[in-house]
């Protein structure tokens, strides 16, 4: 089997590379270890995704944002981050960027959803589900691969797309800068007395680490970080009890609290790939670039790389040039990188700051903290980076 394009993952990005490239009229063939089913119907995970205008502004061109049920759908108004016990908070406005909203919470369920349905509504995909990678042969004209059942598949440029983990990005030789928190994340949806007013919270807590991201109505999604064991525990104790703990870990602020969805538990690591690019092959979505999740920004990144990867590859194609010559990749690859590892540095380094709890960093942080707020200019930027993305 021949192909111009493989697609290796249809996660969201996967997903949204593949309809990107749907109309172009090239080969494109989609590789997922998952079942076609569980593709067309995805089960809640509980993550939900904060999406800025410039990731909105992309789906809509794909065909994807009209298909997401509005109960999946949530405004961001605002953003605030506190620290410790104070209550001094950090605002973050969605007036300073020039708009009335920072951008949208979503279901990732009703993301990839709602990709499967635009991509099966344009057809031209060859889909291949529940196949799994085995082999990478890289030679001059192209990229051979070898499935898991045998069959081999030639083809002109290689896509990864599948998680920061990426068993792809091993095969092609890319290593990875790992950064393993040691910390895990526990995701729910809860309803609660307290009105959120659509603004998401980040608390840094001594110890512990919540967020309150905003969904429709009195609910919200509510994201606790600790050690392993401790969330565990967490995860151990009956719905009641759970939302108890949680009115005390949130100081009461949300009022009484009700758990009223399964809680998922994900391992905090980060990853930025060495290089993006390799022969005849791209990385895109978290495969280069896993964000921390503490600035919500990790998909908006995986939207970035199909947009500018798929432009340069749409216009050679339209040129009648090479899809996959170093001049395009290596342009794909400046650009992502200069779009991301800043703020992956900067995001990293935050965290070190906020997550710990010595003295004298809980007063450096209260009094940054303080400080930024009185520094128009600076929540501007933030403001205008939460709202364009990458």
């Avoid at 997903?15 to 270890?33: D, K, Q, S």
């Avoid at 001094?88 to 009335?100: E, K, N, P, V």
């Amino acid at each position: 089997m021949n192909c111009d394009i493989a697609i290796i993952g249809a996660g969201p990005s996967g997903l949204c590379m593949a309809r990107a490239l749907v109309e172009t009229g090239l080969n494109i063939v989609l590789i997922e270890r998952q079942s076609e089913a569980s593709l067309a119907d995805p089960a809640f995970d509980g993550r939900e995704i904060a999406l800025t205008h410039t990731s909105q502004a992309l789906l809509e061109r794909l065909d994807i944002w009209s298909r997401l049920p509005a109960e999946d759908v949530a405004l961001l108004r605002d953003a605030k981050v506190m620290n410790g016990p104070s209550p001094f908070a950090l605002q973050i406005l969605a007036r300073h960027a020039g708009s009335d909203h920072l951008g949208h919470l979503v279901a990732n369920r009703a993301i990839r959803q709602a990709a499967w349905q635009s991509l099966q509504a344009a057809g031209g995909v060859h889909l291949l589900c529940e196949a799994r990678l085995r082999q990478v042969h890289q030679h001059s004209g192209g990229v051979e691969l070898v499935l898991n059942d045998g069959t081999r598949l030639e083809t002109a440029l290689l896509i990864a797309a599948d998680s920061r983990f990426s068993e792809t990005r091993r095969m092609l030789g890319i290593g990875a800068q790992m950064k393993d928190f040691g910390k895990s994340m526990l995701v729910c949806r809860m309803n609660h007395d307290a009105d959120h007013e659509q603004i998401a919270w980040e608390w840094f807590g001594y110890g512990q680490t919540l967020a309150l991201l905003p969904l429709n109505g009195r609910q919200s999604s509510v994201v606790v970080t600790l050690p392993p064991r401790e969330i565990e525990q967490l995860q151990q104790l009956a719905p009641q009890a759970f939302a108890r703990e949680m009115e005390s870990r949130f100081d009461h602020r949300l009022g009484s609290m009700e758990l009223i969805s399964e809680r998922h538990v994900y391992p905090l690591v980060g990853a930025y790939a060495r290089r993006l690019t390799a022969h005849r092959s791209a990385l895109i979505g978290d495969a280069a670039v896993g964000m921390h999740p503490v600035t919500a920004h990790g998909f908006n990144f995986g939207l970035g790389s199909v947009q500018k990867l798929s432009r340069l590859l749409i216009d050679a194609h339209q040129r009648n040039r090479d899809i996959g010559s170093i001049a395009l990749l290596g342009r794909y690859e400046r650009q992502q990188r200069l779009a991301t590892w800043p703020l992956y540095q900067a995001t990293n380094l935050l965290v070190e700051c906020y997550t710990n709890d010595h003295l004298p960093m809980r007063l450096l942080r209260g009094a940054a903290l303080r400080a930024a707020q009185q520094l128009v200019p600076l929540k501007r930027g933030i403001a205008r980076h939460l709202t364009a993305g990458s």
